[in-house]
């Protein structure tokens, strides 16, 4: 079957702006998961999805991130009032169980948000 | 709190020597552990992962890796580079469970390879 697709893969934006990142992850797989990946910061946990429920949420740097799941399958990562340092390549992935430590996570492509 | 370090950001091999990639844990409780590799503008790929079975885990392409637990470490192998193998590595330790299995990465190691 198809692996974790996300889209946009690339997205341009003004600062200021608000943005829509969305995910698709593994048919069937329960356990959703977002990633940043920036020059500065390596590779970052943004939060968990278990089901349409986020009980890990740790990761979101400020208020201005937000995400939510439908349906126990779509995701959508929101990003209010864009800033500079936001500019990142965010990364989805999921899991077939119900997070346990050895779940390997399937990431997918990425999305590239450039902030103006 | 659970941490890996990577010890090298760069290693350069020549293709058909061996490879090592090293990394060090940190973790309170017994890890889980992966070896992810990413391929420029593509997404990262699992190679390997240590769930406290076998302590010589063997993955996709020939590399394997052996987790130590005296010494802390989970060393990425292979015994002859590729030029397909360069690429950029993550060593990865997973919150046990709980902890909604986030993953904390390492700061990668860029590998290239050279004819």
């Known amino acids: 079957g198809a692996g974790v697709s996300q889209s946009p893969s690339n997205k341009v934006t003004e600062k200021g702006k608000d943005v829509e990142l969305r995910c698709d992850p593994i048919s069937g797989h329960t356990a959703l998961y977002w990633y940043r990946q920036s020059l500065g910061q390596g590779l970052e946990f943004l939060i968990y999805f278990q089901g349409n429920s986020a009980p890990d949420k740790s990761g979101l740097p400020s208020d201005r991130f937000s995400a939510e799941r439908t349906g126990g399958s779509v995701s959508t990562l929101t990003i209010q009032r864009t800033q500079q340092e936001d500019s990142a390549v965010y990364l989805c992935?999921?899991?077939?169980?119900?997070?346990?430590?050895?779940?390997?996570?399937?990431f997918g492509p990425g999305t590239r948000l450039t902030v103006l | 709190a659970q941490s890996v370090t990577q010890l090298d950001s760069h290693v350069s091999v020549s293709e058909g020597t061996p490879v090592l990639l090293r990394c060090n844990y940190s973790s309170s409780y017994s890890p889980s552990l992966f070896w992810y590799v990413q391929h420029p503008n593509k997404g990262l790929q699992l190679l390997l992962k240590y769930t406290s079975a076998a302590t010589l885990v063997k993955g996709i392409n020939g590399f394997e890796a052996e987790f130590k637990k005296s010494e802390t470490s989970f060393h990425l192998t292979k015994p002859s580079a590729h030029m397909s193998d360069a690429a950029e590595y993550f060593c990865v330790v997973s919150v046990p469970p709980g902890g909604g299995n986030k993953l904390t990465f390492g700061t990668g190691t860029q590998l290239k390879v050279e004819l």
């Open positions: 992935a999921s899991s077939l169980r119900r997070g346990g430590a050895s779940d390997t996570q399937y």
